[in-house]
């Protein structure tokens, strides 16, 4: 069974946050695979190692920068297919679904492994959108994966508890961060890592036409409203009475 | 006229603060408000004192995830009645599913951690929505019709003079997935829902060991409140997901809200800093959790947590 791991290249979460003057994300630091995205490759790996296949990556993000991706593929991904086009700078889910969703065509995958948000979007509807893109049930918000006889069954999370869900092949998975251990690169992953296939594709190679950058224009980027700091005191035995005294002073206790 | 149309999950009690927040936000979006839900109405009373209009209850097997359902009837109904100018949605993982959905049938854009939005005197919208996990809000012009995921408790619900609204029955959506519901799991829970609760005392790496948390959720106990927790001890399994607090799990604006061991990364402090007191227990004096808590104690929470305790069960007693 092939599976496929959308990923996404993310600044450095380190590093502080920047914005250009169009109101996009300044991309131009060091970027880094979205811790989130760690989560579904690990997922992914389990799946294919569990039926026997390979995992694929897929990402729209920009092949001047590969080393994001190459840490997906350090973990055991055999090949990568990416979306690359400066046309793509920008785009909305949708457009970013619409783009993922010929990757996984092209890639030829059964199930396809996203996070459930990335950590510089937070839109999460991606895994939905994949999924209505290729006519596929979507399992969101997983925190347990597996397969068997061809079914997907997950954990899902509901607002009160959990659900189990189940879905036949194929489907579009999106997983919680925390659900499994990431595994760690070896020294033998990251080299082989380095002459793994990355297949680069521009949308009219894809097959898409134009995007339109209107539906959605940032017009400015604000800080949002703040809290100024109130009183700060260095525990030295007086730490917990001082807060029950604060308790009291606010008439919760 | 603009039509807008406020998808929201139902709810036991007949309304919910979420339907009171989406169906404000959606009356000053447009003059035709229609509220849909599904598996059991909301009071119509409630619906149109709030100014809903008109409101669609989608039947749902239980047996199907609710966006599958869901989806398919709205986009029967869009096809009869047309399609509206706006959807606002609340920020729930079946709300999210839903939006994903439907932006590919409708093909329209999805902005989300929407936390202000008005329709603009020529056409469309501009919305604020939160970005970089919450540190930063962006204005964003919306040329058309578009999807909009609002973040729970930015808007303060109010109600005009209106009487009940008609309840429309919807039937189910067309199969559009072969995903099934196996089975449900509900987390038992003693005391307020941690989302509506007076008072929410959260826990965070410093408590640690899992085991610590049982601390919190018994100063919560006392307090009459609710244990939440920070996404890294959820992440390590310490608690359900359920509890999470922060910009994936849930915003809570509680009279007080007790930070303990907790470092307040942006996605932690953007679902708590609606509350009206903070207490901040950490033994890091630059957590930036400081920067946000009206009473910070700098100092080791296992220690100063159980003395606490101690404390607030003797005020109790007395």
Known sequence: MKVLACVKPVPDPSAPVAYGGDGRLDRRGKLVLDEADSYGVEVALRLAEATGGSVAIASMSDAGDLSPLRSALAMGAEEAFVASDPRLGGADALTTARVLAELVRRAGAEVVVTATESADGYTGTLAAQVAELLGWPALTFASAVSVEDGVVTVKRQSESGTLEVSAPLPCVVSVTAGSVEPRYATFKGIVAAKSRPVTVLDLAELGLGPVDHDVQRVVEIVEAPGRAAGEKIVDEGQGAAAIAAYLESIKVL | ?318
């Open chain 2, 1 to 318: 006229m603009s039509t807008v149309w406020v998808v929201v999950e139902p709810s036991e009690e007949g309304w919910s603060e979420s339907a009171g927040e989406l169906v404000t936000l959606a009356r000053s979006l447009g003059d035709v408000v229609r509220l849909v839900t599904w598996s059991s109405p909301f009071d119509s009373l409630e619906a149109g004192r709030y100014g809903a209009t008109l409101q669609y209850v989608v039947a749902h097997d239980e047996s199907r995830l609710v966006a599958d359902v869901v989806v398919g009837a709205l986009d029967e109904l869009s096809a009869r009645e047309g399609s509206p100018d706006a959807v606002v949605l609340s920020s729930t993982y079946d709300s999210r599913d839903i939006a994903g959905r439907l932006s590919v049938r409708w093909s329209r854009t999805v902005v989300a951690n929407v936390v202000g939005l008005r329709h603009l005197d020529g056409d469309g919208w501009e919305s604020e929505h939160l970005v970089a996990g919450g540190a930063r809000i962006a204005h964003t012009r919306v040329q058309s019709a578009a999807l909009f995921i609002v973040r729970p408790k930015s808007v303060t619900p109010s109600t005009i003079d209106a009487g009940p609204v008609e309840s429309v029955d919807v039937p189910a959506g067309s199969a559009t997935s072969s995903a099934r519901v196996l089975s449900r799991m509900v987390e038992e829970r003693e005391g307020p829902d941690l989302e509506s609760a007076p008072v929410v005392v959260s826990g965070g790496r410093g408590l640690g060991s899992a085991e610590r948390y049982q601390w919190v959720d018994e100063l919560a106990r006392l307090l009459g409140g609710a244990g939440g927790a920070s996404r890294a001890i959820v992440d390590a399994g310490w608690v359900p997901y359920s509890r999470q607090v922060g910009q994936t799990g849930k915003t809570v604006a509680p009279t007080v809200y007790v930070a303990c061991g907790i470092s307040g990364a942006t996605q932690h402090l953007v679902g708590m800093k609606g509350s009206s007191h903070i207490v901040a227990i950490n033994k890091d004096p630059d957590a930036p959790i400081f920067q946000v808590a009206d009473f910070g104690v700098v100092g080791d929470v296992t220690t100063i947590l159980p003395q606490l305790i101690d404390l607030v069960r003797a005020r109790r007693g007395s």
